[in-house]
């Protein structure tokens, strides 16, 4: 079946300390997000990409860096995380037949000690 | 006028019953509105999504309202199973792969058998 796969689904890293989540999709599709989820709270646009054109969000903390070496793949690095960091990281794609539909990943749990 | 307005933050429903979101925006160029549904630990799933030239879409037991004058739409679930227990997400957004969809700030539904 054609998804989003995020890796790894939990991650724990020490304050400071630089961590890099990943995101891989099947589906092709030519726009890819990153979004920030704290609990109980909507998901929160950090950056996207259509094809290689990075959009990042005027609010997003310059702490977070997305890479996209190729259409499959997304990178989300965060150099150097605070105990604010700790949150849901979800990868979202659109750009099928249907544009203007987003379909997320699982997510990345990560936790900040 | 970018935000999305979501009621009741919480809901709570038997088994069996009418569950009842409500949702209104500002922007009127805004032409998609999709409903999302999370799990705990999951990613958000898109649901059900309505565009303004219809007043409403039915899929099994979930139906969009839209008041297209009134600027708001609402999503019914009839029969409400245990199963349903979910935060519930509204959202618009503009028909293209590359704008950013808005969220409201979400709906915790709790199904009680």
């Known amino acids: 079946d054609a998804m989003v796969i995020q890796n790894p689904r939990y991650q724990v890293t020490q304050f400071g300390k630089p961590v890099t989540l990943s995101c891989s999709q099947t589906?092709?599709?030519?726009?890819m997000y990153w979004y920030q989820q704290k609990s109980s709270q909507a998901p929160k646009l950090l950056f996207h990409?259509?094809?290689?054109?990075?959009?990042n969000e005027a609010d997003t903390p310059d702490n977070f860096q997305s890479r996209r070496p190729n259409t499959s793949f997304c990178f989300l690095d965060i150099r150097s995380p605070g105990l604010g960091d700790a949150a849901m990281y979800l990868c979202?794609?659109?750009?099928?037949?249907?544009?203007?539909?987003?379909?997320f990943g699982p997510g990345t749990r990560l936790t900040v000690t | 006028q970018q935000q999305v307005k979501q009621s009741p933050q919480s809901l709570i429903v038997q088994k069996g019953g009418i569950s009842i979101i409500n949702c209104a925006y500002e922007?009127?160029?805004?032409?998609?509105f999709p409903w999302y549904q999370q799990f705990p630990g999951k990613g958000p799933a898109l649901l059900i999504a309505?565009?303004?030239?219809?007043s409403e879409k039915k899929e099994g037991r979930f139906t969009i309202s839209f008041n297209k004058s009134a600027k708001q739409f609402s999503l019914h679930i009839m029969d409400s199973q245990p199963g349903d227990s979910a935060t519930y997400f509204c959202?618009?957004?503009?028909?293209?792969?590359?704008?950013?969809?808005?969220f409201g700030p979400g709906t915790s539904l709790s199904v009680i058998p």
């Open positions: 589906l092709n599709h030519n726009v």
């Open positions: 959202a618009a957004s503009k028909q293209t792969s590359y704008d950013k969809v808005i």
């Open positions: 990409y259509y094809d290689k054109d990075f959009n």
């Open positions: 979202a794609t659109s750009g099928g037949d249907f544009s203007y539909e987003q379909y």
């Open positions: 922007n009127t160029a805004f032409d998609y």
């Open positions: 309505i565009r303004p030239d219809v």
